[in-house]
């Protein structure tokens, strides 16, 4: 059973930076694409970014483009969201994400409990 575990969030003011990780276990970590989704109070979750099996290729909301990196360590079971330049607007809980595929063309199979980011003006 896929077992997704983030850390990393916290309060941070505007402008200022996080890293979100999000350890992986109960499968082969580097065969499937991995995503980060954020649900703000009152909003449906959307995915943020998403990234393929191999972390060759990755996809951005338009919202976090530029701003928002997302990368993994296949050694390490570990995928990441580096967030820069953060707004008050990305205050959420953000979730960790698991595909049944090498890209991100499906509903993601496993989620995370999820981290609060909470961003001060």
């Known amino acids: 059973q896929v077992q997704l575990v983030e850390s990393g969030g916290g309060l941070v003011q505007a402008g200022g930076s996080l890293r979100l990780s999000c350890a992986a276990s109960g499968r082969t970590f580097s065969s499937y694409a991995m995503g980060w989704f954020r649900q703000a109070p009152g909003k449906e979750r959307e995915r943020v970014a998403a990234i393929n099996w191999s972390g060759r290729s990755t996809s951005y909301a338009d919202s976090v483009k530029d701003r928002f990196t997302i990368s993994r360590d296949n050694a390490k079971n570990t995928v990441y969201l580096q967030m820069n330049s953060l707004k008050p607007e990305d205050t959420a809980v953000y979730y960790c994400?698991?595909?049944?595929?090498?890209?991100?063309?499906?509903?993601?199979?496993?989620w995370g409990k999820g981290t609060l980011v909470t961003v001060s003006s």
């Open positions: 994400a698991t595909y049944d595929s090498r890209w991100w063309d499906l509903t993601p199979s496993a």
